[in-house]
C-alpha cells in the first residue's frame, strides 16, 4: 500500500481560522495523557526546512520516490550526492526550545506517546523516550540486498573517502536531509555498496510512495486508541501516513488539537488549531504548566 505520494492539497473552505488560545491546549496536558504527533514544522526552528510552509522545499524540490530510487542507479546516485552533501548540515542540527519543551511534557508524565513523522532525531536529541519514528531516521542504513543496518556515520565517512574533494555549493537543504544539487554537480559522484554483500544501500527512511511497516502503523493505532486526545504539532497532515491517526482520534471521538502557523487536512478534525510558531507556544505551555524545561539537551 503507498502511504507517502500526497504532495499537495488544497485547504478547505468554510473552516474557522487558526486560533491564539492555547488554553484548550493547556487543559489537555493538564489531563494528561496526550498522544503528540509532530511533522515538519517542529524541526524549522532547527534549521530544517519543512516541505509547505512559507519558504517550504515542495516550491523548488521533488522528494525522492521509492520506485526511482529502486530502480534507477542515476537515481540512486543523485540521491546519494545530495544526501551527503545535506548530512553534513542535517547532521550539526540540534533541538530546538519545541523539542525541549515537548521532552519537558514526557518526563512530567502528561504524554502517552510520542509519533514523529521526522526523520531528524531531534526529539530524541533533547531527551524524549519511546519515540516512535513513523518515516524512519536518517542515522541508520540499510541495504536492499540483504537487509543489513549500519550507521549512517559510517557511511558518510566511506563516502568522504570514496569522493575526496566533493565540495559544490547546494541551493538550499529539505526536510528529507538532501540539498539541492543539479545533475551536473552529481554527475562525477561515487555511490558506495553494502559492505557485506554489495548490493546497494538506503537511508532507513520510508520515501514517498513507500509503505510505512505494518508493525509500525499498528502500533501507532494502538496509541491513539489509548490516548485521551491527540496533539498534532508542525505537521500540514497531508500524506496519509500521519493524517489516517487523526481520522482515527476523530472517528474514536478523541480530541484533536493541532498547533501549526497554517491549515491542515486535519483541521476539520480538529476540536482547536492554535496558529502560533511552536518554540514560543510549546514554552509557554510549559511556563503555564509550571513545568520546568530543561536548557541543555542531550543532543
Not at 130 to 147: A, F, Q
Not at 222 to 244: C, E, I, K, W
Not at 263 to 281: F, I, S, W
Request: aromatic content about 6%; hydrophobic content about 35%.
Amino acid at each position: 500500500m503507498r502511504m507517502r505520494p500526497t504532495l499537495s492539497w488544497t485547504p478547505t473552505e468554510g473552516l474557522p481560522p487558526g486560533s491564539t488560545d492555547l488554553e484548550p491546549v493547556a487543559d489537555a496536558l493538564g489531563t494528561g495523557g496526550v498522544l503528540v504527533l509532530s511533522g515538519a514544522g517542529m524541526s524549522t526552528e532547527s534549521g530544517i526546512p519543512d516541505y509547505r510552509g512559507e519558504g517550504g522545499s515542495l516550491s523548488r524540490h521533488t522528494p525522492m520516490t521509492y520506485q526511482d530510487f529502486t530502480s534507477s542507479a542515476q537515481a540512486q546516485r543523485r540521491y546519494w550526492a545530495r544526501s551527503h552533501l545535506g548530512w553534513r548540515t542535517f547532521g550539526r542540527a540540534r533541538p530546538n526550545a519545541g523539542h525541549r519543551a515537548v521532552a519537558a511534557f514526557g518526563r512530567h508524565g502528561l504524554l502517552s506517546g510520542l509519533i514523529t513523522q521526522n526523520v531528524d532525531g531531534l526529539h530524541q536529541g533533547a531527551g524524549s523516550e519511546g519515540v516512535v519514528e513513523l518515516h524512519g531516521s536518517l542515522d541508520r542504513v540499510v541495504c536492499l540486498g540483504c537487509g543489513t543496518y549500519s550507521a549512517r556515520g559510517e557511511l558518510a565517512q566511506r563516502l568522504e573517502q570514496a569522493n575526496a574533494g566533493f565540495e559544490p555549493v547546494a541551493a538550499g537543504l529539505n526536510p528529507d536531509g538532501d540539498a539541492d544539487l543539479s545533475d551536473e554537480q552529481v554527475r562525477d559522484f561515487r555511490v558506495v555498496p553494502c559492505t557485506v554483500c554489495g548490493g546497494a544501500l538506503k537511508p532507513d527512511v520510508v520515501f514517498f510512495g513507500e509503505a510505512v511497516p505494518p508493525q509500525r502503523v499498528e502500533h501507532c493505532r494502538a496509541l491513539v486508541r489509548a490516548a485521551a486526545s491527540v496533539l498534532v504539532l508542525g505537521s500540514s497532515l497531508t500524506v496519509m501516513s500521519g493524517l489516517r491517526f487523526v481520522r482515527q482520534a476523530a472517528q474514536d471521538a478523541t480530541p484533536v488539537l493541532i498547533i501549526n502557523r497554517d491549515p491542515t487536512r486535519g483541521d476539520r478534525h480538529a476540536t482547536t488549531r492554535v496558529a502560533l510558531p511552536l518554540g514560543a507556544a510549546l514554552t509557554t505551555l510549559a511556563d503555564r504548566l509550571g513545568v520546568p524545561v530543561d536548557s541543555s539537551p542531550v543532543r
